[in-house]
């Protein structure tokens, strides 16, 4: 606990916070994504899949062989949508096809799957931009991730810096890690992803989100209010934020991979003031309930409520 706060039993705490777990589960809901979004992802991600389908494994499935990944495979996306990212996996001889070509294989493998979507979105500006496909839409994009699945249950996803080269990804280990920290603390983790997630779109944080989201798993096995309610959740955005301070020039760990990613401190002093934002806001939460929102604005942005 932050210093300049004395230690409150629960049920000190449960009697003046009433209004700090309305305030959190309204801001929560309001920046989930809604039915129409979720909708709306999944067809797109069915129509791109159809026509990949239809050209390297003689399908007409619109989901066969495709999974969503990134945020919106972990259950941690936030509204409105950015992007939709879907893995793909080629067939074995698409592999064997371009292993006996010469230069940058990789570059030519995604050249080859932008040409393929072309045909389908012929009114579109679809990009290869590895590791991924872009695939315009009106809204928002679809990030599409071309690979090959591994016996292992990973996949090899195409870069094409240095000449190209695969590079070992491990999708359901990342989903896993983010599941388990959720069920370990009541909902927590995800919860406390989308929120953050919130404060790097509305401040311009450039901290990635698959960084949050090992920050947020890593600092919720420690917290000591983990096992607690929704009371807590100033506490929780407060904390959560000192810790992330804490990792300035740290590392974290790709899960199944442990590929180390150095965070540097780019994104540092946004955090040091939506930190000390939050120190002032959990201290108003027992006085002026306005003030605090007024706080909790400066770093979520106005889909938090002023007043619960």
């Known amino acids: 606990m932050h210093p300049i706060f004395p230690k409150v039993d629960d049920n000190t705490r449960k009697d ?5 777990a309305k305030r959190f589960e309204q801001f929560h809901n309001n920046i989930l994504l809604t039915q129409t979004q979720l909708d709306n992802g999944s067809d797109r991600r069915k129509s791109v899949i159809k026509a990949l389908n239809a050209h390297y494994w003689n399908s007409t499935s619109e989901t066969e062989h495709s999974k969503f990944v990134g945020s919106r495979g972990k259950f941690t996306s936030i509204g ?6 879907v893995l793909f996996w080629l067939p074995p001889s698409v592999y064997d096809r371009f292993q006996a070509r010469t230069g940058n294989i990789q570059s030519q493998l995604l050249q080859e799957v932008k040409t393929v979507l072309q045909k389908k979105f012929y009114s579109t500006a679809v990009k ?72 790097q779109e509305h401040c311009s944080v450039p901290i990635k989100s698959f960084w949050i989201e090992l920050v947020a798993i890593e600092f919720l096995q420690t917290w000591e209010h983990r096992d607690k309610g929704k009371v807590y959740y100033d506490y929780m955005v407060r904390d959560f934020l000192l810790f992330l301070k804490n990792k300035r020039f740290g590392n974290v760990y790709a899960p199944g991979t442990y590929e180390s990613m150095y965070l540097g401190d780019a994104w540092y002093s946004r955090a040091d003031t ?8 959990c201290s108003y939460e027992t006085s002026d309930v306005g003030a605090a929102g007024d706080e909790w604005r400066k770093i979520f942005g106005n889909n938090m409520p002023r007043i619960p």
Not at 16 to 20: A, D, I, K, R
Not at 80 to 85: G, L, M, T
Not at 178 to 192: A, F, M, P, V, Y
């Open 16 to 20: 003046f916070h009433l209004s700090v």
């Open 80 to 85: 409105p949508p950015r992007d939709v990212d």
């Open 128 to 199: 290869g931009d590895g590791p991924v496909v872009k695939i315009p839409f009106t809204t928002f994009n679809v990030e599409l991730i071309p690979a090959f699945k591994l016996d292992t249950g990973n996949y090899w996803v195409c870069f094409t810096n240095d000449g190209g080269s695969y590079k070992t990804a491990a999708y359901d280990a990342e989903k896993d890690a983010i599941s388990q920290s959720n069920d370990s603390c009541g909902g927590k983790t995800r919860e406390l992803v989308r929120m953050m997630k919130k404060w």
């Open 274 to 281: 939506a930190h000390q934002r939050a120190i002032k806001a």
